[in-house]
Structures are given as C-alpha cells and as structure tokens.
Nanobody, 117 residues
Framework: VQLQASGGGSVQAGGSLRLSCAAS???????????MGWYRQVTGKQRELVAE???????NYQDSVKGRFTISKDIAKKRVYLQMNSLEPEDTAVYYC?????????WGRGTQVTVSS
C-alpha cells in the first residue's frame, strides 16, 4: 500500500487548507474495512493523532481541532481528506495520513503545514 499526501502549504492564521491522501496498491474491499486517519508531528515531539475515521464512519478528533477540522473519505477514489479551517500557528506540523487495515499499518510521507500569525 502506498499513501501520497498533498495539499499542505503556508497560510496565515484563520485560513484554511484541505489535505488529501491517495491510497494505491490496496483493493477497495480492504480499504472499506480500514480505519483511516491523519496524524501530525512537530520536530522534536511525538507524532499525535489529529483525526480518524473508522470503517463504520465514526470519527474521533484531537480536542484542539474539534470544530475546526473535518475528516472525510471517498472510497471509490481511495482518498481520505482533512479539511482544516480556522488554522492556528499551533497547527504547524508535518501531517501524515494513515491507513490501518486491522492487521497492517501504513503511512504516507507527510505534507508540511505552516500557519503564520
């Protein structure tokens, strides 16, 4: 499985970005059963969960992004998205997409998000 994240960039505080992650080399039926998520990491700190979407459609968000970020997926396109609104400087990090099939865990390379005040 390969995951390619895109959509990162530099924005001012209050701005928006939409991250997209394309999955390849995974059959649709496997992706349907997978949990998909976004994590972020700041240099020198541990990678942390931002948002996750279960196979049943339930979502889980880090408290700091609730009400500002929305995770969604398009199984037909094999993509998971993260809509980020009202961005804050504290959201600056490298964002990684993740697919967990239940037995295996896959990571993309990450995309940089920089929010200036």
């Amino acid at each position: 499985v390969q995951l390619q994240a895109s959509g990162g960039g530099s924005v001012q505080a209050g701005g928006s970005l939409r991250l997209s992650c394309a999955a390849s080399r995974i059959i649709t039926s496997e992706l349907v059963k997978s949990r998909m998520g976004w994590y972020r990491q700041v240099t020198g700190k541990q990678r942390e969960l931002v948002a996750e979407l279960s196979s049943t459609g339930s979502t889980n968000y880090q408290d700091s992004v609730k009400g500002r970020f929305t995770i969604s997926k398009d199984i037909a396109k094999k993509r998971v998205y993260l809509q980020m609104n009202s961005l804050e400087p504290e959201d600056t990090a490298v964002y990684y997409c993740n697919v967990n099939t239940g037995s295996l865990d896959y990571w993309g390379r990450g995309t940089q998000v920089t929010v200036s005040s």
